[in-house]
């Protein structure tokens, strides 16, 4: 019984929460400049392009597979190389959404310190990639670009935005928050304490290294870490986990497989470990 009631409660907070927030950025994408912003991301300073391109990751709340063909589309209108790959890394674990869900559940200094950490992370790994020749891994691929949303705000379309949001991503909400209380209601406080926190460090890279195959959204991985950390779980291991399943899943590399080279697509995995590792440390020491 106590495991429902924690069900109802969570899965009620999260839908509010994840309805009005989705519906009002829906309803902002109508006046977001993306042509401009694809523009300065091309012709800017590297490092101002590369802030565009992680604002565009802001911006475009996709899950890591439907990031591919945007991916394709800024290389087609030959973006740069080290810009589209910032925007790679950043736009499947930069949401506004799940940042909001991040902040309410797991408060604002987790929220502000992971979206520094894979802010900064994203930059480095793509202008490190371009420095090291990545460019010529790329294959020549054509898809169909992404529909740029049009322009002026349109509340029905908001709220059909909203409804497809909540059929492709609400689902995976709630089985992280019937996940979340299960783990709330029958798992020992002390188990958890004992076994996944305090001064067990290893658990960080297990941790990255699990979630690299695993395709658990954010959306599912939210609430479950909540209640994790709540009972006693090292902040460090949960973000490595997070932070790798969301930049890296199987789907993901296997579309990769389509427009990158054997090499590209294992740097891109090695880099999502080495992101979701060092970022899980910080997460450990701090």
């Not at 929460?17 to 800017?44: A, N, T, W």
């Not at 389509?258 to 997460?283: C, D, E, N, P, Y």
Request: charged share 10%; net charge positive.
């Amino acid at each position: 019984m106590t495991i429902l009631k924690d069900f109802i409660s969570i899965a009620l907070e999260l839908t509010v929460l994840f309805v009005g927030i989705s519906f009002v950025i829906h309803l902002l994408q109508g006046v977001i400049p993306y042509k401009r912003m694809e523009e300065l991301m091309d012709r800017s300073h590297p490092l101002l392009s590369a802030l565009i391109a992680v604002g565009f990751a802001f911006v475009t709340p996709f899950c890591s597979c439907s990031t591919i063909p945007i991916v394709v589309n800024l290389l087609r209108n030959k973006v740069r190389f080290p810009i589209v790959m910032i925007f790679l890394f950043a736009s499947p674990v930069l949401d506004l959404t799940i940042l909001s869900l991040m902040t309410y559940l797991l408060g604002w200094k987790v929220a502000i310190a992971y979206t520094i950490l894979t802010t900064s992370f994203s930059i480095i790994i793509g202008f490190a990639l371009s420095a090291f020749g990545f460019e010529r891994q790329l294959k020549n691929v054509m898809v169909e670009n992404f529909s740029v949303p049009e322009n002026g705000m349109d509340i029905k379309k908001a709220i059909r935005e909203t409804l497809t949001l909540m059929r492709n991503v609400y689902p995976y909400l709630i089985i992280g928050a019937g996940i979340g209380s299960v783990i709330h209601g029958s798992v020992p406080t002390e188990w958890i304490t004992t076994y996944l926190g305090g001064e067990n460090w290893w658990l960080v890279p297990i941790a990255a290294i699990i979630g690299i195959p695993l395709y658990i959204r954010l959306s599912t991985m939210i609430p479950i870490s909540q209640i994790l950390v709540a009972k006693g779980m090292a902040l460090g291991p949960v973000m490595a986990l997070m932070i790798a399943s969301a930049g890296a899943s199987l789907p993901e590399v296997t579309l990769l497989h389509s427009i990158f080279k054997k090499k590209l697509v294992l740097a891109f995995i090695g880099s999502v470990l080495i992101m979701s590792t060092m970022s899980g440390f910080l997460f450990y020491f701090v």
